[in-house]
């Protein structure tokens, strides 16, 4: 027998009714406005009106280094919240939206996977409540007024070689990357060099994730930076009188929205994926709602500890005023191998068969960087429970080698298979962090907001990322120069790194030292705000395979959509 | 005392939960999804479960030539589906959505006017349930595909210099005309000239409008032709594999929105409005909801009946299989003392004062608009109505002026003041299309579908737009040609001209005769279905004005919409 695709068990799900859900969660139905029959937003009154409600157990779900195939971060996250109503808790899940271009791209769909996923996947994949789509919307119309405030005669003086803002939209398509607009004739824009981001990396998108409240999203509108005079002054969309149609036009997609997983545990669903040049969280109303809900609020934070969680620590909670109790860490049997040195895992291809033979040695030999992830989050304060995501390939003598690290750290530790069994696969683990979120809170910021945006780098790459030094190249530390001046000073920092190494370098396994820390470059999300430093090339444009998930999605006969997964 | 705005007016609205206006269709409510409180998808299930109630009269309104400002042919539309409830009638109207790039360019909102709206308006002139992100995200990935088909081999031999496929946007931006894309390096594509065009003038779109069920959708979208081969050879969407999941990013965007009128008088709204290389009609399915609802259908048709009413009967009527009982001329007293010739409207300026002096004698010089209009009406085989679309600044003598010359020519004609007074302000309108719809159809096309592209032209040209020849332009014949060989010659045939004059000459006002119709070019939507000559330069993405409506809309102290009108 096989097991059954993500989309075939999605299939098979009893799904409560919208304002059911929201009544699990304390939440009346008139801050819930349906959007079909599944998904319902939550007005933002809900979270005035529920202030006085006792505060959930707040839990950030991070992982180790992963593969370039992902450790099944979100599927923890989703089996986590299913597990507490196993042991008499009741959680939410808060995560993001995933974005439609990887979705037609590699991977066919992003919604937890097996018996810990949120349904209906095919919502949460396509379009869901149009959130994406809004602020592809807003970003790009801020785009237009750019351009046509330039044609139009540039009372504002842009400098045309020091326009920061380019244009985004939700698909894979590398043709847009680079482009030249304004070709064509005199009524047809002032010809120039620009290009297209995904969705998800809009600085948008992150506006959307760490705003407050309506009133803060206008004024973050605001106050992003689209580009810099001759004279090096900021231009921001309050500038350019942008920034209020901006806010109309995310003022629905602000609210976040509700969904269920497979065993109707009710999730907030919100913001994009994008953990590059953004923060990689959810959001922080989402995080308003679910705090005020139950026993326990799961959220997810993207990438390994040294990125998402360092971020959601470090600039999400920051914003938020919400501390968190206990962070759940992701290791998986195959990441900790390949964290060995001695195999080698590539996305798209099969694992290589010494990697899925029996070898405790390994995992002992990759075990360094679950290490340092877990330090990583004692560093701020926070519990740490390691979560084992069992896969069918593993072997029982290297989860065993997995607890004897954890254990040997003081760390928690359980086993999950919440992927093949839903809820009860991952007891052991609500169990654990039912019992770190109740240990006494010391969370502390890893860096203070008054530092200066070197010192903050500095403070990051050395004590979460493990180099020893810091070399930020001369035109990098010119422009730091500058946001201090412009008063961005105070802003945390992003940095923009790869994912697949605590280094900048995704050949450096394990826990690598000894290592200098680069910054090619430094740019500011001043509406969202983060500075994001840059420590190599960043890709905000995918592209499409040679056979995209795009040829295998269809309708079928009856209308339903077959071939993502 | 100032009349209130179109926003002002529209807030005051009490409007019915959408199963309320639902089951005033006869509609059940399982066969509605809600989109928040005041929206509602209708499911195409309803259709059949609905096809045996009795057939509702199916009325069209469409108008005399228009000056560049409009001549309230929505708000026409939506006052008189709010008067038949005056006259004992209950009418459903069905519209089409705004295009968010006009609504933040120069209009500020499109929902009809004063009490004749559709509400809300933020809904409709915002997002609505997202059908035109969906239409942007399904065209885009198929430009995505062809781009990546390109870069990975051109398996199909797509020539690059005879992509007919853009890509789109719902803005006004015009530095995306024409750009050229896959600059950079190797992995960044192919480099070539494109552009963008507003979402609204998608072929998706007009697949949407014109698609019967969504199996016809999903084969529509397969028919689309997006490139040739250097042998001159079709490539379709089918062909690269990208029709599936453009038909899956679509298939809750065929399901038409249900609204409702300041009244409370049902309202679809579905498809996008672009009238110019589109047919520029809402919905059949939309219209295949609302026909088996109340009494009467009215559906709007855009721009003058040389335009929109022409492509109703000739390709929205041939797809559907529905026929007409009767068509609405709108006119105005501007309008038509703009046809005389002597007086000139420019949109964004005020009207001449000369014109808005007391003239019956102007409205009569330009009356011959009206009755060629008229013919084009009776021409296949529809009763024609007058609706005097009436002004403040109009005077009793001119709106005698137009019904004599409406009567002269046996029409029913009546005075309208839906405007300032809503429904009951067009119940002579209603009791006139009421009488009109119950005569005896005598209802035809005006070509056949075996007659050559070339002939359909020709018929158009003369019968319709009056001109005495056609001049098709050596290369544009060459094509032709080519789609009488393709098997595209059976298609009905969109003519893309201007809609300020009944010739291809905006300049040419009142009827003109003795000219040449020029065709220049011409293309084939051949997943919509039909081919379409071009008569001179359509553009196809607006830009900002230098003062657009963005720069006004915001968010008030409350979170509520200020600045659209």
């Not at 806010?247 to 065993?263: D, G, I, R």
């Not at 190249?473 to 008063?487: I, M, Q, T, V």
Request: aromatic share 4%; glycine share 10%.
């Amino acid at each position: 027998m096989t097991f059954p695709s993500d989309l075939e068990i999605s299939r098979t799900a009893r799904l409560l009714p919208p304002d059911d859900v929201g009544a699990s969660m304390g939440i009346d139905p008139e801050h819930l406005e349906p959007y079909g029959r599944t998904v319902a937003k939550v007005d933002l009154e809900a979270i005035e009106r529920r202030a006085d409600r006792p505060r959930a157990k707040y839990v950030v779900v991070t992982a180790i280094t992963p593969t370039p195939l992902g450790e099944g971060k979100t599927t923890t996250t989703v089996g986590l919240g299913q597990a507490f109503s196993h042991i008499g808790r009741q959680a939410t899940v808060a995560i993001r939206q995933p974005s439609m271009g990887p979705t037609f791209g590699i991977k066919g769909g992003a919604a937890g996977g097996g018996y810990s996923q949120v349904v209906p996947m095919e919502s949460l994949n396509l379009h869901l409540t149009g959130d994406m789509h809004a602020v592809t919307a807003a970003h790009n119309l801020l785009a237009a007024v750019i351009d046509n405030h330039i044609d139009k005669g540039n009372a504002l003086g842009i400098d045309q070689h020091n326009i920061a803002w380019r244009r985004v939209l939700d698909v894979n398509d590398r043709s847009l990357r680079n482009i030249v607009g304004g070709l064509g004739g005199k009524a047809d824009g002032t010809p120039r060099e620009t290009g297209f981001d995904i969705t998800a990396a809009s600085e948008v998108m992150a506006v959307l994730a760490l705003a407050t409240s309506l009133a803060d999203l206008r004024a973050r509108l605001g106050r992003i930076v689209v580009a810099y005079t001759a004279a090096g002054e900021p231009v921001t969309a309050e500038d350019l009188k942008a920034a209020g149609s901006m806010a109309v036009l995310l003022k629905e997609a602000l609210k976040p929205n509700l969904m269920q997983t497979l065993e109707q545990t009710p999730v907030l669903v919100h913001a994009g994926p994008f953990g590059n040049i953004a923060h990689g969280n959810s959001s922080i109303v989402a995080d308003y709602v679910g705090i005020r809900s139950g026993d326990v609020l799961v959220t997810e934070a993207g990438f390994g500890a040294d990125m998402g969680a360092e971020r959601f620590f470090n600039i999400k909670c920051r914003n938020s005023g919400l501390t968190p109790d206990a962070a759940v860490v992701v290791a998986t049997v195959r990441a900790l191998k390949a964290h060995s040195g001695r195999h080698k895992v590539v996305a798209g291809k099969p694992l290589p068969e010494d990697l899925l033979a029996e070898n405790p040695e390994d995992v002992h030999a990759g075990a360094e960087n679950l290490r340092r992830q877990v330090q990583n989050v004692r560093r701020h304060g926070v519990s740490p429970v390691v979560a084992i995501n069992a896969f069918p390939t593993d072997h029982a003598s290297e989860h065993k080698a997995i607890r004897e690290v954890a254990e040997e750290m003081g760390a928690r530790v359980a086993v999950c298979t919440h992927f093949t069994e839903g809820g009860k696969g991952a007891i052991e683990l609500a169990e654990a962090v039912d019992e770190a979120a109740s240990e006494p809170n010391d969370f502390g910021f890893l860096y203070p907001s008054d530092a200066t945006l070197t010192e903050k780098i500095r403070t990051i790459a050395t004590e979460i990322y493990g180099a020893d030094d810091v070399e930020i190249a001369p035109a990098a530390a010119k422009k730091l120069e500058g946001f201090e001046r412009h008063g961005f000073g105070n802003l945390p920092v992003c940095i923009a790194k790869t994912h697949l190494s605590l280094s900048h370098d995704p050949k450096l396994v394990g826990a690598p030292t000894g290592f200098t820390f680069p910054i090619r470059d430094v740019r500011a999300s001043v509406g969202a705000g983060f500075v994001y430093p840059l420590a190599g090339e960043m890709r905000t444009m995918p592209g499409l395979s040679s056979a995209p998930a795009v040829e295998r999605v269809d309708l079928d006969e009856d209308g339903q959509v077959v071939g993502l997964s």
